[in-house]
């Protein structure tokens, strides 16, 4: 079976510092990614999806980044964080196109 | 561009209550898929069920059901003898021709024993 794993679970990090999220998926090979965010409120904002090593799809312009080094692996990134970047930060992955996603537990992004 | 409205954002009920959650959408794909995902507390996502827009036939999970109308372009989602762990926030979302999933922005379900 498929099994999606992110981390760190929780982070509080100061304005201006860098940030590295992971997502891995076992169980399943080139699989679609994605990385959303949900702000207070509860809406989910697609970020960033992969459809393939090194193949990035960005969704929205800010500071943030994603990379895809490894097949089964998405990484979400910033050099600066802002306050606006605070969070749950939630990676899916999807087998076919038309599938379902699949979410992990998420990472809940502090930004003080 | 897809988009779904999900006119109520938070409802409580008692429980053993029945509770219809509504979902409206637009699309000008002719082939979309629409989807019901379950926010527990706890913050992960779960999939509760994926239709296509070929596809009206409604569908009985356990005490869940959902109810797609293209005509009405709904794809309702009930809820029959309402527990306490069904407290969470509900979504609905759509995907068209794209790699795009996009969400409605959830209605929260609080089901008091």
């Given at each position: 079976s498929q099994t999606i794993h992110?981390?760190?679970?929780?982070?509080?990090?100061?304005?201006?510092?860098?940030?590295?999220?992971?997502?891995t998926v076992e169980g399943t090979s080139?699989p679609?990614?994605?990385?959303?965010?949900?702000?207070?409120?509860?809406?989910?904002?697609?970020?960033?999806?992969?459809?393939?090593?090194?193949?990035?799809?960005?969704?929205?312009?800010?500071?943030?980044?994603?990379?895809?080094?490894?097949?089964r692996?998405?990484?979400?990134?910033?050099?600066?964080?802002?306050?606006?970047?605070?969070?749950?930060?939630?990676?899916?992955w999807r087998f076919?196109?038309?599938g379902e996603q699949f979410f992990g537990p998420?990472?809940?992004?502090?930004?003080? | 561009?897809?988009?779904?409205?999900?006119?109520?954002?938070?409802?409580?009920?008692?429980?053993?209550?029945?509770?219809?959650?509504?979902?409206?959408?637009?699309?000008?794909?002719?082939?979309?898929?629409?989807?019901?995902?379950?926010?527990?507390?706890?913050?992960e996502?779960v999939f509760?069920?994926?239709?296509?827009?070929?596809?009206?036939?409604?569908?009985?999970?356990?005490?869940?059901?959902?109810?797609?109308?293209?005509?009405?372009?709904?794809?309702?989602?009930?809820?029959?003898?309402?527990?306490?762990?069904?407290?969470?926030?509900?979504?609905?979302?759509?995907?068209?021709?794209?790699?795009?999933?996009?969400?409605?922005?959830?209605?929260?379900?609080?089901?008091?024993?």
């Amino acid at each position: 079976s498929q099994t999606i794993h992110q981390w760190p679970a929780t982070l509080v990090q100061p304005v201006g510092s860098p940030l590295s999220l992971e997502c891995t998926v076992e169980g399943t090979s080139n699989p679609n990614l994605y990385w959303y965010r949900q702000a207070a409120g509860r809406g989910l904002q697609l970020l960033f999806y992969s459809v393939g090593i090194g193949q990035i799809s960005s969704e929205v312009p800010q500071n943030l980044s994603a990379s895809r080094p490894q097949d089964r692996q998405f990484i979400l990134s910033s050099k600066k964080l802002l306050l606006s970047d605070s969070g749950f930060y939630l990676c899916a992955w999807r087998f076919l196109r038309e599938g379902e996603q699949f979410f992990g537990p998420g990472t809940r992004l502090t930004v003080l | 561009a897809q988009k779904v409205t999900q006119a109520q954002t938070e409802i409580s009920v008692v429980e053993k209550e029945d509770v219809t959650l509504d979902c409206v959408y637009e699309t000008r794909d002719t082939t979309y898929y629409l989807f019901w995902y379950k926010q527990p507390p706890s913050g992960e996502l779960v999939f509760l069920i994926r239709r296509n827009s070929f596809d009206e036939q409604n569908e009985i999970s356990g005490r869940y059901s959902w109810n797609f109308q293209k005509s009405t372009s709904s794809f309702n989602f009930t809820i029959t003898a309402s527990q306490v762990v069904d407290s969470a926030v509900y979504f609905c979302a759509i995907q068209g021709g794209s790699e795009k999933l996009v969400f409605g922005k959830g209605m929260k379900l609080t089901v008091n024993p």
